[in-house]
Nanobody
Framework: QVQLVESGGGLVQPGGSLRLSCAAS????????MAWYRQAPGKQRELVAS???????NYADSVKGRFTISRDNAKNMVYLQMNSLRPEDTAVYYC??????????????WGQGTQVTVSS
């Protein structure tokens, strides 16, 4: 079983910055993809950014140039640096990881979510 724990959310003014962190733990052999999703009230969960263990990244068009995803593969952690935040970035942000356990079973896990509110 693989657990994900996010941290770093909060209230920030428009134009401000936040850094989210996510730590994965458990019977992890390899994490292939780590990603951040978000879900705003009344909307579907959407992909914000993802990063492979090889370093390839993918961003939603709405965050390109403002958000940066990074990983520490040795620590099984993923980060999301969010700059130039806008009110429309307000959402619950979820960490997601896909990989293999030490028993060679595939897994896909979600964190509990962390609230990001952008408001003056």
């Amino acid at each position: 079983q693989v657990q994900l724990v996010e941290s770093g959310g909060g209230l920030v003014q428009p134009g401000g910055s936040l850094r989210l962190s996510c730590a994965a733990s458990g019977s992890i052999l390899r994490i292939v993809i780590m990603a951040w999703y978000r879900q705003a009230p009344g909307k579907q969960r959407e992909l914000v950014a993802s990063m492979s263990n090889g370093g390839s990244t993918n961003y939603a068009d709405s965050v390109k140039g403002r958000f940066t995803i990074s990983r520490d593969n040795a620590k099984n952690m993923v980060y999301l640096q969010m700059n130039s935040l806008r009110p429309e970035d307000t959402a619950v942000y979820y960490c997601n990881a896909i990989g293999l356990t030490t028993t060679s079973q595939s897994f896909g896990s979600w964190g509990q979510g962390t609230q990001v509110t952008v408001s003056s």
